[in-house]
């Protein structure tokens, strides 16, 4: 039994993450990160920053199911619309104040507004944002149970994939014409 597994970033990962670095390779630092006390860069079109304190930045979280990062969110600025399909995920408000909000899969809105102290938690594989509804710069923290959660972007997802999904699909999905569907593509060029 090991107290720990911190993770061999060189290695290959596995079901589970990354296989163990040797004990004796193990320093104090693999149990340390400080990328949440840095503040992320919002001068871009989302207004938006995230600093993520997952296994690839902190190797020490390697097989412990936890996760946590830091969001930055301009005035208006949003965390657009993605899910994590390996985390439930829990928002608490450090500073400002933001709408969050998911759909369920049964197509029901449940959103809130929050502000500093205030916690909101997204169940695991749904659709959610953050959206600074303040005049002034927000800060989230945000944790998750597992170690590498993932992320969905809705939108890069579908207007920017590799190779691109076809346009009578998307066209057929949203009941728009190929202008519509070719305009929104442009803008993830």
Do not use: W
Not at 36 to 42: A, F, H, Q
Not at 84 to 107: C, D, M, Q, Y
């Amino acid at each position: 039994m090991k107290d720990f597994c911190v993770a061999d970033l060189n290695a290959t990962v596995s079901l589970n993450g990354f296989p163990c670095k040797p004990v004796a390779e193990v320093t104090s630092d693999d149990f340390f990160f400080d990328g949440l006390s840095k503040e992320g860069n919002t001068d871009n079109p989302f207004g938006f920053a995230v600093a993520q304190g997952n296994v690839l930045s902190f190797p020490g979280l390697n097989t412990l199911g936890i996760s946590m990062n830091r969001v930055d969110l301009a005035p208006r600025g949003i965390n657009a619309p993605h899910s994590h399909p390996r985390a439930t995920e829990s928002i608490v408000v450090i500073k400002g104040k933001v709408l969050v909000g998911f759909v369920s899969t049964s197509n029901v809105y449940f959103y809130k507004v929050l502000t500093v102290g205030q916690m909101f938690v997204i169940p695991r594989g749904l659709i959610h944002f953050q959206y600074n509804v303040g005049h002034s710069k927000a800060i989230l923290l945000t944790a998750f149970n597992s170690q590498l959660p993932g992320a969905v972007i809705v939108s890069r997802t579908l207007f920017a994939s590799n190779p691109p999904i076809p346009n009578q699909i998307l066209t057929k999905t949203f009941r728009v014409d190929d202008d519509v569907i070719n305009s929104i593509k442009s803008k993830f060029a």
